[in-house]
């Protein structure tokens, strides 16, 4: 035998998932909700999710460059970021901002930490705070859907008139929030989308429903507590986009299921709060990066027991 | 109390869904023609090495002894051909240690030596000793010696004999085969251990992607005579990987988990191989010790995969040219599965007791993912069958932290391959885990 073989530690096969392929996946996820704000907000939608997304990937780029590591932009995580983002602005904003949450989400938030996976708080999310505290009234301020039609219109969104004691009545219905046809930032109108996406994840195993589910239906149980309308509750905001998309991010979620169950619970009850207590209308973002900052201590907490570690019980019940 | 037979597997926890290849399983298994020249290695067990007996120029029988040692904790070699000793020479070994080995040169007649003959047991401690004499080790892989593991310390209350069916590891199905082909002599050593260790729960767990073993032994079973094989039942396992994992075994079988550090038995339970099971019945019917192995030739670089029955010491190369040599060029040759198997330097390897398969990988399949940042996915730890933490032991195990290593339970890790098979990022978790081992255990001669 003339050629000389590889050796090398145990596994010699792998399961042929990677993380160029999981990112991939998350983008196909999120394809629908793209298109439907395409629809509902108009070409410009498209623009500023190019922007972001080109901002991201850029800016990875440039700060591996600069910081002399391989370059990451294969691993499509830096587009993730960029489409989420976009998802978070509303349609009226100027690109530039828009341009500058990308590099703020990947430079300050993502790279400057140690790139992929090393980020203790979600980039899109951290991006969208630190905008919309620089520039408040163009993160605030939301077009009517599908008015790029004709002369573009300002509106509140629901969670807005909400705050401001709107009746059920005043507000859209709950089919049009359903399906998207409600003023709102781009991606996160349309929970039919944002649910199809999120089935697809846990379909393709990417996600585990757990953080989700406990998100969601912790809202909705303290929404119900409060006396709130539930399912606008549910429907408005970023909460499905949140839940589904942002607080399942692998780098600034608990690594063990019952540490995701904490984490997710602990997203409900804050951005109920804020909700309800808060003079900000919405609170999903706070609550996400709030409980990302607290992901070390649930993980240090909830470790998993080794096998054979456990108090010895016999014939255990199946 | 009273002993229960479970009709579907306890629950376990991780796994991998690794996949089957199982190419082999319906094709019956060949023998090889002998070979001109045997290799014994005096280390196949688990345990100190041991000396030749016999010396340059001897004239061998198939079953003589060759080579023995004084130690407990080790296993006899026999010979495995008839013909003369033609050195007695160190030898490199698959884990690369250099190793003292008898060759014999085949005289081409395969004569059984005289002492080969049935052995008269009366007594617990005569069936030990003709373990012992018989040389087998566990034949799954691990070749801990047999009468080690049959000689049950008087404080342990062990209840139940669970055999070893699962054949989890990819490509491999020398198992398969035997429970096929040599289902008498496996019911054989199976009713003796039950017999002397005085057990009355004998459980078979086979995986189940094995439906055709699994019909075979229910049939043995119901049409058996024996009274004693109300006793004996199958369980049809989850096809999932590690599901032949000792402690993952014990647990789908019975429900027990192993505590931590200790072994089977601490569980109540002696867990054989199905393939230790036929040759310990081979022996007390015939009194051949272990001379030959079934190995699974299989991978992508092999011609024609097949099982073939070989006298141990055969030369790897020799077994692969028997099966039509390589169809592309070999990258990786793997002694065991694609798993948990050895990847060796060279074919020119002999084969030892407890291997049960070469597997040849080409180029295409032996491509490793280049490894990039860790994303916290999760799946190593949702995986691990142990429920330990991969990639914080890989992290602590590179940064050298061993206090942190040990309160992770790091050495709590079987290496079954799991984390990095599922790892998105193509982490080296394993290799890591065993660096951090490794570490452990040097702390702990200091």
Redesign the interface.
Known sequence: ?E?K???????????G???R??MLDVILALVPAAIVSVIVFGPRALMIMAVTILSCVLSEYICRRVMKREN?IG?L?AVVTGLLLAFNLPVSIHPLMAAFGGMIAIVVVKQMF?????NFVNPALTARIILMNSFPTPMTTWTQPRSYLGDAVTTASPLGLLKQGASADQLPSLMNMFVGNTAGCLGETCALALILGGIYLVVRKVISPVIPLCYIGTAAVLSLCMGRNVWIDLLSGGLMLGAIFMATD??TSP???KGQVIFAIGCGVITMLIRNFGSLPEGVSYSIVVMNILVPLIDSAT????????P??????? | ?ELTFPT?P??T?GG????HRKNTAQVESVMLPPPEQVVLPMQQHVGPPCTPTVKVGDTVLIGQKIADSTAFVSAPIHATISGTVSAIKKVTLSGGQFMDAVVIDSDGKMEVSPDVKPPVINSLPEFLEAVHASGLVGLGGAGFPAHVKLKVPDDKNVDTLIINVAECE?YITSDNRCAIEDTDEIFTGVRAVQHWLGLHRVILGVEGNKPDVIAKFNKYLSESQEASDQEIKVLELRSSYPQGAE?VLIQSC?????????LPADAGCVVMNVTSCAHLGTFLKTGMPLVDKRLTIDGSAIKSPKNVVVPIGTNIRTIIDFCGGYKA??????MGG???????????LPVIKQNNAIVC?DEK??H??EP????????C??GC?????P?LLEKNAIAKRVDELKS??VM?CM?C?TC???????R?L??AI?LGKAMVRAEGKK
């Open positions: 035998m050629e073989l590889v050796v090398s530690s145990s596994p010699h096969i792998r399961s998932a990677t993380t392929k999981i990451t691993d995580s140690g790139g992929i996976g090393q692998y780098a690594i063990t299921l470790r998993p027991v080794a096998f054979g570690k456990e010895v019980k016999d014939e255990a019940q199946r | 109390m579907k306890f629950k926890h991998a869904a690794v996949p990819p402690k019975t429900g027990r988990r192993v505590p931590i550090g200790k060029t070999p990258k990786k040759i793997l694609p798993m948990m198997g050895v990847s060796i330097v060279s074919d020119n990988l399949e032996a490793k993912l990039s940042a860790c994303i916290r996915c999760g799946r730890v949702t069958p142990m429920n330990l933490m990639t992770l339970d709590d290496e391959g990095s098979f599922n790892c998105p990022a193509g080296p394993v290799q065993r």
